[in-house]
């Protein structure tokens, strides 16, 4: 065969190959436009067990709307606003920068403060805790991702496998399973005391984190996160003020959903 005719021949097959399996953006990489809105809906679940101490569980939830106010090919601005039942509302403009890796808060005075966006879950596919995925998405591939630092539902050093469990070319639909562990403690609402009650008594005891486990499944549509469940379990050890230690397992269920606009 010529070399022509070859060469035409393996990008008939590569036009064919990308036509049956198409690129992985559709399903993960939000495609917003100036005016468009998105809310979510969330809660988690925390839970304490440890021999001898009541059970001690506790929960948050609330609801997010956004409008997204202008859009680029790796980043985006929304106004957020959000509140957790039982505290105070707010009222943001934010910019999301690197395909959602970077969240920057726009103060009033003009000074913009950004950071790595380590949230367990949110409107969007956040390739810090997901990691970068194949150019295309086929039902049963995998990748490994390094979570080096601790975010909201993990330790630092954390090491997660993220499969991909069906995608729906018609609805640019993907519904992927991730699963990891790490160590230590989290990035945020993780104290390092916590209180239990043993024959009637409240004690303060010092937590000192071990292994987590996280496993959960995720729905995207274009890029939002329209389902999203996470299973978090740790093992821990509690010492008390005399010195004495008891082993804990601690668990937490984080929940969120995309719901209808406007939540507030």
Request: charged fraction near 20%; aromatic fraction near 8%.
């Amino acid at each position: 065969m010529k070399s022509s005719l070859l060469a035409a021949s393996l990008m008939s097959l590569a036009g064919a190959a990308s036509a049956d399996h198409p690129s992985g953006d559709r399903y993960l990489t939000p495609q917003f436009s100036a005016g468009q809105t998105y809310s979510n809906v969330f809660s988690i679940l925390r839970s304490i067990k440890a021999d001898g101490y009541d059970e001690h569980a506790s929960r948050n939830g609330g609801s997010a709307d956004y409008t997204i106010l202008s859009a680029s090919n790796d980043g985006w601005v929304t106004r957020a606003k959000g509140r957790y039942d039982g505290q105070a509302s707010g009222d943001d403009s934010v910019e999301f920068r690197d395909n959602g890796r970077t969240y920057c808060q726009l103060n009033a005075g003009g000074k913009t403060s950004c950071n790595a966006y380590l949230e367990g879950s949110g409107l969007t596919y956040n390739a810090t805790i997901w990691g970068i995925p194949p150019k295309q998405l086929v039902q049963g591939i995998s990748w490994t991702v390094d979570v080096k630092q601790a975010w909201e539902l993990g330790g630092s050093n954390g090491t997660e496998k993220v499969t991909v469990v069906s995608v729906d070319a018609a609805t640019d639909t993907a519904v992927l399973l991730r699963e990891g562990a790490s160590e230590g403690f989290y990035s945020e609402s993780d104290a390092h005391t916590v209180q239990l009650t043993h024959d009637g008594h409240t004690e303060i005891l010092e937590v000192k984190p071990g292994t987590s486990h996280w496993k959960g499944y995720t729905t995207f549509v274009k890029g939002v996160v329209f389902s999203d469940e996470l299973v978090v379990t740790r093992q821990d050890l509690l010492v008390s003020k005399s010195g004495s230690s008891v082993n804990a397992t601690e668990r937490r269920v984080m929940l969120l959903n995309a719901a209808p606009f406007p939540t507030l």
